[in-house]
């Protein structure tokens, strides 16, 4: 059963806006790859984070909206958390 997802999460801001935007479509692409249907992407841009995380004090924000079941969901988190570029994730059921 398919359930509405948001997930957001924070990249590291040493990268270019081209980088950032190849990261979000690699991700974007994994959750496809692994069966879910990517929505609206939302780029909130460079902005400065509520507390330091490991000395940085920036970040790059995006808020993804998807369709997926929870063993997706789960996997797409799992490889947020591995991901050296994304400094935090946060995965959220819209439907709860």
């Known amino acids: 059963m398919t359930t509405d997802y948001e ?9 270019e806006e081209a980088e ?4 979000v479509e690699a991700i974007a ?18 902005r400065r984070l509520a ?4 000395d940085v004090r920036e970040g790059y924000y995006v808020v993804m909206k998807f369709k997926s079941d929870a ?10 958390r591995l991901n050296e570029d994304v400094m935090r994730q946060l995965l959220i059921n819209l439907n709860d």
Request: no cysteine.
């Open 51 to 54: 507390y330091e995380i490991n």
């Open 71 to 80: 063993a997706q969901a789960k996997e797409l988190e799992r490889q947020l």
């Open 29 to 46: 692409e994994q959750l496809r790859g692994n069966g879910g249907a990517p929505g609206d992407i939302e780029k909130m841009g460079k």
């Open 20 to 23: 950032v935007d190849t990261r």
């Open 7 to 15: 997930v957001t999460y924070i990249v590291r801001p040493n990268l």
